[in-house]
């Protein structure tokens, strides 16, 4: 099974070309990364009091947002655009580098330390990688209930 391959001068990844990851997936990207840069604005910067005062915080909340966003969009994409397991799972590592990779890049642009971002510290995990798990966790979640839901349906017809 070919996972890379050129025809036309498109790359096809998992038999699909980019621009069929990205149609469906766009504006979804795009909301995850500006959650994701005002997260670190709030946090950095703007200490906005009223975000301060939902009941389980402002940073659980808007983890809750881009967790629920991304759930929805690739529970979408496997029940009802077709994408197997292995393309959700590139849509996956798009979601990690629209959050996690611009959280670096507006740190360093900011001049903050990055290095509690990269490595974490005193025994904890990296932001970084709990970004990635999260993403790869509720990625597979929502592919094996996509997944599971076209299953139940192709059985009831």
């Known amino acids: 099974m070919?996972?890379?391959?050129?025809s036309n001068?498109?790359?096809?990844?998992?038999n699909k070309e980019l621009k069929e990851y990205f149609k469906p997936t766009w504006i979804w990207l795009l909301l995850v990364a500006l959650i994701g840069q005002f997260?670190?604005?709030?946090?950095l910067f703007l200490h906005i009091q009223i975000l301060e005062h939902l009941p389980f915080?402002?940073?659980r909340f808007t983890?809750?947002?881009?967790?629920?966003?991304?759930?929805?969009n690739i529970f979408?994409?496997?029940?009802?655009?077709?994408f197997s397991f292995l393309q959700v799972i590139f849509v996956g590592f798009f979601y990690f580098l629209a959050f996690g990779v611009l959280k670096i890049i507006v740190r360093i642009i900011l001049g903050?330390?990055?290095h509690y971002l990269l490595f974490g510290g005193m025994?904890?995990?990296s932001p970084l990688l709990e970004c990635f798990l999260i993403i790869l966790i509720v990625t597979i979640a929502a592919a094996l209930s996509g997944i599971y839901e076209k299953k139940l349906e192709n059985k009831r017809e």
Do not use: A, C, P
Request: no cysteine.
């Open 2 to 6: 070919e996972k890379l391959k050129w």
């Open 39 to 43: 997260q670190i604005l709030n946090i």
């Open 9 to 14: 001068r498109k790359m096809k990844i998992f």
């Open 76 to 82: 979408n994409l496997t029940k009802k655009k077709d």
């Open 57 to 59: 915080g402002f940073l």
């Open 123 to 125: 025994g904890k995990l």
């Open 63 to 72: 983890q809750l947002l881009w967790v629920l966003i991304i759930f929805i």
């Open 112 to 114: 903050h330390d990055i």
